[in-house]
């Protein structure tokens, strides 16, 4: 038979380094979904390699794919922590958004920019 391509290697592994960025850009939200639609993608194309290993031939895509998911679910996750940690800290979210606000209004008025 001739070797073919795992149908969801290169899908898993754009998610997985598009998590890498999102975790970064959405409080670690978008970094935990990403990763882990690629970590599913992977899992199935691990368990169909497995069936018949011969007929493969880009399961190296696939475990990078998995490397880099972990590694941005990892990060993502000690985002997500981070922010509940702050906001349970801040008295709930309000308050957080109140002091985020504060926070933001004093960058500014150190640099002299004034919003209308």
Same mark, same amino acid.
């Given at each position: 038979? *001739? ?10 592994? %754009?998610?997985? %380094? #598009?998590?890498? =960025? ?6 670690? =939200? ?23 290993? *011969?007929?493969?031939?880009?399961f190296g ?5 998995? =490397? +880099? ?5 990892? +990060?993502?996750? =000690?985002? #997500?922590?981070?922010? #509940?940690?702050?906001?349970? *800290? ?8 109140e002091q ?6 004093e960058i ?5 920019? *004034?919003?209308?």
């Amino acid at each position: 038979m *001739e070797q073919q391509k795992l149908p969801n290697a290169t899908t898993a592994l %754009i998610l997985g %380094i #598009v998590s890498f =960025i999102c975790c970064c850009f959405s409080n670690g =939200i978008g970094g935990v979904i990403m990763a882990g639609i690629a970590l599913f993608l992977t899992k199935k194309d691990t368990s169909t390699y497995n069936e018949n290993p *011969e007929l493969y031939t880009n399961f190296g895509t696939v475990k990078t794919a998995k =490397i +880099i998911s972990w590694i941005s679910m990892v +990060i993502s996750l =000690i985002i #997500v922590g981070i922010l #509940v940690f702050q906001i349970i *800290e801040a008295g709930g979210i309000q308050a957080w958004f109140e002091q985020s606000q504060q926070r933001q209004q004093e960058i500014l008025d150190q640099f002299g920019i *004034e919003l209308e």
